[in-house]
């Protein structure tokens, strides 16, 4: 077996690639790995399953839920809730793991398993190797039998406890705010619009009626258009749009304007510097965030620190200096502490507690920072791997860093979570890094 973990958890077709009986595996070589010394002892150890509303989730769930109940483990059944919300309930029942079935933004016909260690946090490199040599192993070690197999309970007020935990995180109560909340038909159809609605807020919620077969499916944060519309058509002050499984947030201004990951994370960040929250004045982002961003922190007084891409790595960073912001571009934002990962309501609440607190319109805190033209095209490959480390990828974009100059710079790399190689080009004119984005795309697909 190769790689089996991709940048946020185990993805792939459901059925095809993500099959039940791999699901099985993987947990019952998770919870050897990650629940050894609890396994068989005096008190049996627990581990936390939710997932979103997608269908094939409640096959992969019964799967999981078999494999962790095999290996001694009693599962804690939270139903569908977004990812922040199953990270959350692990630490706060004390679970030995957690575990979150969801493919994030990607369509319904994918889903994904995501694995949190003890108290909620992802899994480093060295636990994902592990559980991957566990399989390749063909671990069933001494599976208990009678007494010692793991029960499952249902915690029917799973989302009330999340909602109360959002409600603490509230710097400023939101009455007199309208927001329009995107939910994707994913996990946070029901506790987003509560969540902000307990907060005071007046609240229109569109695709928020999952099917199991609707997530994502032209809405949420990956598809802006109904959203922007929506709010315009309703005055709304702000609308928020999120993924799948709702640790991603991004929101759009009272014009329709899209304001992205890097402009909440500015907005948050100079709120965060003000009221001194913002640990060492520091944001942790990543390499695909915007020029932008670095000027209008700098303009701020605020260090910029970059990490890989995905919210494991600027979680890395958020960890390993101790700080209390970071995130993507692509809305994932992370307050470390409130959460061990991104949380998109979280962060929707926030933007929100700061239109309150300053009485400034979306568009107006907006303005914290300016973009420069970023373009970015995927391309689809058979061996994303190969394909960015071929010599005429490269002397590419050798050659495109050097039209550039200082005025921009070039970002190629693989996909974490599909065969893909992202291309993008940033440059102070549009038309410029569309070009070199188009011919560096070309070179990628003739490889």
Same mark, same amino acid.
């Given at each position: ?190 506790? /987003? ?7 005071? $807020? ?49 929101? %759009? ?22 009221? /001194? ?27 910029? %620190? ?126 410029? $890094? ?14």
């Amino acid at each position: 077996m190769g790689r089996l973990f991709g940048t946020d958890g185990v993805r792939g077709l459901a059925n095809g690639d993500l099959t039940a009986d791999l699901a099985l595996r993987l947990s019952i070589a998770a919870a050897h790995v990650l629940a050894a010394e609890s396994i068989g002892g005096g008190t049996r150890p627990t581990a936390v399953v939710g997932r979103d509303p997608r269908a094939s989730g409640e096959m992969l769930q019964a799967a999981v839920t078999a494999g962790l109940t095999s290996a001694g483990i009693d599962v804690l059944d939270v139903g569908v809730l977004p990812t922040p919300a199953v990270a959350y309930l692990t630490g706060l029942f004390d679970a030995s793991l957690g575990v979150m079935i969801s493919a994030s933004h990607n369509p319904m016909p994918d889903n994904g398993i995501k694995i949190f260690a003890a108290g909620g946090h992802k899994l480093d490199d060295d636990v994902e190797a592990a559980i991957e040599a566990a399989i390749d192993g063909g671990v069933a070690p001494n599976l208990p039998t009678g007494a010692g197999i793991g029960r499952v309970r249902p915690v029917g007020d799973a989302a009330a406890l999340y909602l109360r935990h959002l409600g603490t995180a509230l710097t400023q109560p939101l009455d007199g705010l309208t927001v329009v909340v995107d939910c994707a038909n994913g996990a946070a159809s029901e506790v /987003g619009p509560a969540a902000y609605r307990a907060a005071g $807020a007046t609240v229109i919620a569109i695709s928020a009626e999952p099917d199991g077969l609707n997530i994502n499916d032209g809405c949420g944060s990956t598809h802006l258009e109904n959203l922007q519309k929506a709010v315009v058509e309703h005055g709304a002050d702000l609308g928020l749009a999120h993924d799948g499984d709702a640790d991603r947030c991004l929101a %759009v201004d009272e014009t329709g304007a899209v304001i992205d990951g890097d402009v909440i994370m500015a907005v948050l960040a100079v709120a965060m510097h003000e009221s /001194g929250e913002l640990v060492e004045n520091t944001l942790v982002a990543t390499v695909m965030s915007n020029l932008g961003l670095h000027l209008a922190m700098r303009a701020a007084g605020i260090d910029v %620190v970059t990490a890989a891409v995905g919210d494991r790595y600027v979680l890395e960073e958020l960890r390993t200096g101790g700080y209390s912001l970071g995130g993507e571009q692509s809305g994932h934002v992370v307050f470390p502490g409130f959460g061990t990962t991104g949380d998109g309501v979280l962060t929707g609440l926030r933007l929100l507690a700061r239109m309150a607190q300053t009485g400034k319109s979306s568009s107006q805190l907006a303005a914290t920072m300016t973009s420069l033209p970023q373009v970015l095209v995927n391309v689809r490959v058979e061996d994303k791997a190969a394909v960015a480390a071929a010599t005429s990828v490269m002397a590419a974009v050798a050659d495109a860093e050097r039209v550039l100059g200082d005025g921009g710079r070039v970002l190629l790399r693989p996909s974490g979570t599909e065969q893909l190689v992202r291309v993008m080009v940033e440059a102070a004119d549009l038309g410029v $890094a569309r070009k070199l984005a188009d011919e560096l795309a070309e070179t990628v697909a003739a490889v």
